[in-house]
């Protein structure tokens, strides 16, 4: 993942360091001079409003580099059976999620005739253009690699997107966790192509069923599925609020991406990256009526 593990590349030897450490102000620290001059508004006469939209997308670009952060170490805990790091990891996804879906509150007070007067000026460019977005969904399993191919012009969000496309989702991981610990999951489940989009598989049910009657005896399975299922909750209100943004701010409008706007981003709402987690609900019956 180029982006996120080259952060301490360029550290000094620790004498250097300690040199720099004497003068080291909070400006310093946190790059604030990179930081604060990076909200350039392409309106002109700069219209007022539009460093309300720049700032919105770009705490939210730093919101979603922590997910990915958090996202990527989770699935490393699956990985290596680390299940008490893994909750960690995604409780604080979890709350990161709740201030990105919040903060589509400070937006809805960008009027459409606010937005139009500098909606020109963003020319093509797109939320669908968000590779740190697309990573996220990568990761958590709607992969489609067709849509690298948009990032053809940046070498280092093309090779995290590609890292993460070849590489199996946070969800893989999980189920190869459970399967170590001797629940039955299906070999072709195990040994998908971790490129292509997750497809349900209903021979996983009786295995979620069993970890759903029984809580008490599967309790860091279930507590896990759980912790899944929160994370596509969030995540569903996310897409739910920017519809709903986008709907009242430029209504059925087409995109600047070029897409048709709300019918598209209406479609996204139906894609899920646990689907058996959804599908075991249905099959679920009240305990003392188990047939397995
Ligand atoms: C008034 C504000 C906004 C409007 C009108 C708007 C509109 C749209 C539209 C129409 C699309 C579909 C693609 C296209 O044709 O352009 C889209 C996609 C997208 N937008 Fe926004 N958006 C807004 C704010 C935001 C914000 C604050 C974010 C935060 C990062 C964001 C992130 C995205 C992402 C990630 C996609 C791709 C979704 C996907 O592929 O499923 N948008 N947006
Ligand atoms: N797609 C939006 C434009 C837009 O929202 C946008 C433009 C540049 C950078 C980020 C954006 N946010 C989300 O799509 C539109 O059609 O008005």
């Not at 029984?214 to 599925?225: F, L, V």
């Not at 519809?243 to 430029?250: D, N, S």
């Amino acid at each position: 993942m180029a982006k996120i593990e080259s952060l301490d590349e360029e550290s000094p030897e620790t004498d250097e360091r300690q040199e720099d450490d004497r003068q080291l102000t909070y400006a310093d620290y946190l790059h604030l001079d990179q930081l604060l001059g990076a909200q350039q508004p392409r309106s002109r006469p700069v219209h007022h409003d539009e460093l309300l939209f720049i700032i919105q997308h770009q705490t939210s670009e730093l919101w979603l580099k922590l997910i990915l952060h958090e996202l990527i170490s989770a699935r490393d805990g699956f990985r290596n059976d680390q299940i008490p790091l893994a909750l960690k990891r995604l409780a604080r996804v979890k709350h990161i999620q709740h201030t990105l879906a919040d903060q589509w509150s400070i937006l809805a007070t960008l009027t459409p005739s606010e937005y139009l007067q500098f909606r020109d000026f963003l020319a093509t460019s797109s939320g669908f253009q968000s590779y740190q977005y697309r990573a996220v969904e990568f990761i958590l399993g709607n992969k489609d690699a067709k849509l690298i191919t948009g990032f053809d012009h940046d070498e280092q969000a093309s090779a995290m997107l590609a890292a993460l496309l070849n590489s199996p989702s946070l969800y893989d991981e999980f189920l190869h966790h459970l399967s170590r610990q001797g629940y039955p999951i299906p070999t072709a489940v195990l040994n998908r192509d971790p490129t292509l989009p997750y497809v349900a598989d209903d021979r996983l049910l009786p295995t979620f069923k069993i970890i759903y009657t029984d809580p008490q005896q599967h309790w860091a399975a279930y507590e896990t599925c759980e912790e899944l299922i929160d994370i596509e909750d969030n995540f569903q209100l996310w897409r739910f609020r920017h519809l709903k943004t986008v709907e009242r701010t430029i209504g059925h409008k087409v995109g600047t991406g070029g897409s048709s706007g709300v019918d598209f981003l209406h479609k996204a709402l139906d894609r899920t990256f646990f689907p058996e987690l959804y599908a075991v609900r249905t099959i679920l019956e009240p305990a003392g009526r188990r047939d397995g």
